[in-house]
Nanobody, 113 residues
Framework: VQFVESGGGLVQPVGSLRLSCAAS????????MIWFRQPPGKEREWVAH????????MYADSVKGRFVTSRDNAKNTVYLQMNSLKPLDTAVYYC???????WGQGTQVTVSS
């Protein structure tokens, strides 16, 4: 099982980024996926959840209305579209299967002017 996150970078406040997470080693379409993030010096926190078919999503209150997660089961990839970014969104972002302890390397998102 492997997760490879990408798409992070430096963005100005109110800007947007789209993160991708390519999964392999399991039947991707059978599993929900979740996004976590770890701000500098803080614990990891849950960001978003998407069900196996992509028809149901949930978000942390801190990102609701600004972030949208989606998935392409044909490409074994889950996405996180992040809009209206704030400096507090600065973190390393990860994707994973909810029932697994396997993490990818994450992708750094820095929101700063």
């Amino acid at each position: 099982v492997q997760f490879v996150e990408s798409g992070g970078g430096l963005v100005q406040p109110v800007g947007s980024l789209r993160l991708s997470c390519a999964a392999s080693g399991f039947t991707f379409s059978d599993y929900a996926m979740i996004w976590f993030r770890q701000p500098p010096g803080k614990e990891r926190e849950w960001v978003a959840h998407i069900n196996p078919t992509g028809t149901s999503t949930m978000y942390a209150d801190s990102v609701k209305g600004r972030f949208v997660t989606s998935r392409d089961n044909a490409k074994n990839t889950v996405y996180l579209q992040m809009n209206s970014l704030k400096p507090l969104d600065t973190a390393v972002y990860y994707c994973k299967v909810p029932t697994s302890d396997i993490w990818g390397q994450g992708t750094q998102v820095t929101v700063s002017s």
